[in-house]
């Protein structure tokens, strides 16, 4: 699963091979198909932002909250902002649930996230106007620059090997 992850990054960063964020949504779909909660994080981000897929806020927080039950910080920041309702492009596919949402947002500020405080913050004093604007706010790009070059082709090749043999 790490490699199909790390194959996604390459397309999606264009490292190694050629640029192409459909490929890299194929890969990233696969790993999390099998489990693995950063290819659910990122196959989450694509759903959110409409990057290779249809903009999706339903199938965006199915992905968050598979990847936020293993732990994964910004998939718990992300399902618990969808879930508060403080963005409303999101509404009303995704049901408010602000219960829900604090869960989710205290988590990712247990595990450090640095904007989940100012969404509590945000939740639980409405009537302030200082607050962050989630309104503005988009998922951070996830996928830092994995290294590529060179063995993309090689793991590449391996993976449609076993992914056929399957």
């Not at 950063?38 to 909250?65: M, T």
Request: hydrophobic share 45%.
């Amino acid at each position: 699963m790490n490699s199909q992850v790390y194959v996604g990054n390459c397309y999606f960063n264009g490292e190694g091979v050629a640029k192409d964020v459909e490929l890299a949504v194929k890969w990233w779909r696969k790993a999390a198909e099998q489990g693995h909660m950063i290819a659910q994080r990122d196959l989450a981000h694509a759903y959110s932002l409409g990057k290779a897929v249809e903009q999706n806020f339903s199938e965006a927080a199915f992905w968050y909250r598979k990847a936020a039950e293993q732990g994964e910080r910004s998939s718990q920041f992300q399902l618990g902002v969808m879930l508060s309702g403080l963005v409303p492009r999101s509404l009303p596919v995704v049901p408010k649930n602000v219960e829900e949402a604090i869960h989710w947002l205290k988590k990712a500020s247990a595990q450090g996230h640095e904007m989940a405080p100012k969404a509590l913050f945000k939740l639980t004093n409405p009537s302030d106007s200082t607050g962050f604007d989630f309104e503005l706010h988009r998922p951070l790009h996830p996928y830092a620059k994995s290294g590529c070059l060179g063995v993309v082709a090689v793991a590449v090749a391996l993976l449609s090997i076993v992914s056929w043999l399957l």
